[in-house]
């Protein structure tokens, strides 16, 4: 586990090249790339670091986004998690590189390809992380609420530009809950739940019934927004659902 200090340093060297990426390549936030690296490589903690691999990014093909990957790469076994809630440990290529500045110019390069056109420019960082997870980039079902869960706990949004507007503005057509909502709850209040969810990566079905999957998927954004995980939807979580 990385120490505060570790993390600290991490951040302060990516920030500034992230930004400098975004002004050069667009589109992807600096806080989004910033808070995926944190959780790839363990703020620079991870083994992979030896190769400059800080975003996970597999070699793929090996015809995409290529400018700035030179074909180097190394195998490394990885947790994919093709079926929520199970792990399938597999052998991959992982892209090697020379710096962390070219990591991350390849980042935001196969991020412009259109592999990821649905990540849309102007975005916020919670709708741009529900995009790049939708295209793809990982299987993970915890990895979209990590990322935003570290780039609000360390202000991350201070490296992107100041043109950029954050709105939390919500399009939920369903009322929000006043009464503490738990497994066997039914009704509008969590049928918002689901929709509220969804918007966080989760792939919910809006029933209106909170199930073992609606719970699951409660408990996962509970831990990634560093609340207590208990899967009982109180006053806290819907916060941390609307921030």
């Known amino acids: 586990m990385a120490t505060i200090a570790q993390i600290n340093k991490f951040i302060s060297e990516l920030g500034p090249i992230a930004q400098k990426a975004y002004r050069d390549l667009g589109k992807v936030l600096p806080s989004v790339c910033?808070?995926?690296?944190?959780?790839?490589?363990?703020?620079?903690?991870?083994?992979?670091?030896?190769?400059?691999?800080?975003?996970?990014?597999?070699?793929?093909?090996?015809?995409?986004?290529?400018?700035?990957?030179?074909?180097?790469?190394?195998?490394?076994?990885?947790?994919?998690?093709?079926?929520?809630?199970?792990?399938?440990?597999?052998?991959a290529a992982f892209r090697s590189y020379t710096s962390l500045e070219q990591a991350t110019y390849n980042y935001y390069e196969l991020l412009n390809t259109s592999l990821y056109k649905r990540v849309k420019a102007g975005a916020d960082y919670k709708t741009q992380m529900q995009q790049i997870k939708a295209c793809g980039y990982m299987t993970s079902s915890t990895e979209v609420n990590s990322v935003i869960a570290i780039i609000e706990r360390y202000n991350l949004t201070k490296y992107d530009p100041a043109s950029v507007v954050v709105s939390h503005e919500s399009n939920n057509p369903y009322l929000a809950p006043k009464e503490l909502l738990k497994n066997g709850s039914k009704g509008s209040g969590v049928k918002w739940l689901q929709y509220e969810l969804n918007k966080q990566g989760f792939s919910l079905k809006i029933d209106g019934i909170f199930g073992p999957a609606t719970e699951n998927a409660v408990r996962q954004f509970q831990n990634a927004s560093m609340l207590v995980c208990d899967g009982i939807v109180g006053q806290k979580t819907i916060a941390a659902l609307i921030e």
């Open 34 to 91: 910033i808070g995926m690296a944190c959780v790839e490589c363990g703020y620079g903690t991870a083994g992979s670091v030896k190769y400059h691999s800080y975003f996970g990014q597999k070699v793929g093909t090996g015809k995409t986004a290529t400018r700035y990957w030179d074909g180097t790469f190394f195998t490394s076994k990885t947790s994919e998690e093709y079926t929520v809630g199970t792990h399938t440990v597999i052998k």
